[in-house]
C-alpha cells in the first residue's frame, strides 16, 4: 500500500510541475459559420492568426499577446473581392510572415504572395506570382507548398502528367531569404501510365528531393537552388 500511495505522490507532483499554462481568448462577435483560422504562430512577441470568411471574400489578421488578450484586428485586403480562395500556405519567419494565396476570379488562376509584420503590416508590396487565364476550377493547377528545415529556402512546386502520361510537367517557384525568386520549369519521363510522385522536399542546401516510383521506387535529385 505504500509503495502505490507513493507512486500516486509522485504522479501528482511530477503532473503540477510539468502541466501546461494554457491561455485563452475571450468570445468576439462575427459569423463564424464562414470563417476558416489559420494559426501563423509567434511572430517577434505577438501571436498571429489569420481568419478567412466566406471563401476568401474577406481576411483579417487578429494579433493577440502571450496571455491571448487581442491587441488588434486587421483587415487584409490585398487580395480582390469575389475571388475564390483555393489553398492559403503560411511561412513564419519569426521576425515576419508570408502568405502564399491560391484563388479563382473571373475564370483565371491567381497565385499571389504578400508579407507582413508582428501587428499585421505589410512589410512589402503584394506580389502575383502566377496567372491562367480561362482555367478550370479543379485543382489542376494549384502549387503545393515546400520549405526548408531552417526556413531561408521556400517555393512552390507544380506536377502535372501530360496527356499521353509519358512526362510529368514540373513548374517551380521558388524563393531564398525571402527576397530573391527563381522560376524554373522541367519535365521528369514517366514512361507510361501508373507513375506515382512523393511529395518534394527541400533541404537547407536548398536541394529538392521528391520521388517517383511504378514497380520499383526510386528517388530523384534536383540541385535546383545554388
Not at 503532473?15 to 459569423?31: F, H, M, R, V, W
Request: hydrophobic share 35%.
Amino acid at each position: 500500500m505504500k509503495k502505490i500511495i507513493l507512486i500516486s505522490l509522485l504522479l501528482l507532483y511530477f503532473g503540477k510541475n510539468y502541466a501546461q499554462d494554457k491561455k485563452y481568448s475571450l468570445p468576439e462577435n462575427g459569423d463564424y459559420y464562414s470563417k476558416m483560422p489559420y494559426v501563423i504562430g509567434k511572430v517577434k512577441g505577438n501571436i498571429l492568426i489569420w481568419e478567412n470568411y466566406g471563401h476568401g471574400n474577406k481576411s483579417i489578421i487578429r494579433v493577440y499577446d502571450n496571455n491571448m488578450k487581442l491587441l488588434k484586428s486587421v483587415k487584409a485586403s490585398f487580395i480582390p473581392y469575389g475571388r475564390e480562395v483555393q489553398q492559403i500556405n503560411f511561412i513564419n519567419q519569426q521576425d515576419s510572415f508570408t502568405i502564399f494565396i491560391q484563388y479563382y476570379l473571373e475564370n483565371s488562376f491567381y497565385c499571389s504572395k504578400a508579407a507582413f509584420n508582428e501587428w499585421g503590416k505589410a512589410v512589402s508590396s503584394p506580389s502575383r506570382l502566377d496567372k491562367i487565364k480561362d482555367a478550370e476550377k479543379s485543382g489542376l493547377f494549384l502549387y503545393r507548398f515546400m520549405h526548408s528545415r531552417d526556413k531561408k529556402s521556400y517555393g512552390l512546386v507544380r506536377a502535372i502528367t501530360d496527356k499521353k502520361n509519358e512526362n510529368l510537367l514540373c513548374d517551380f517557384i521558388l524563393f531564398r531569404d525571402n527576397d530573391a525568386m527563381k522560376k524554373m520549369s522541367f519535365t521528369i519521363p514517366v514512361s507510361g501510365s501508373g507513375y506515382s510522385y512523393t511529395p518534394f522536399y527541400m533541404d537547407n542546401q536548398q536541394n529538392i528531393i521528391f520521388g517517383n516510383y511504378k514497380n520499383i521506387p526510386t528517388v530523384n535529385l534536383a540541385s535546383i537552388l545554388t
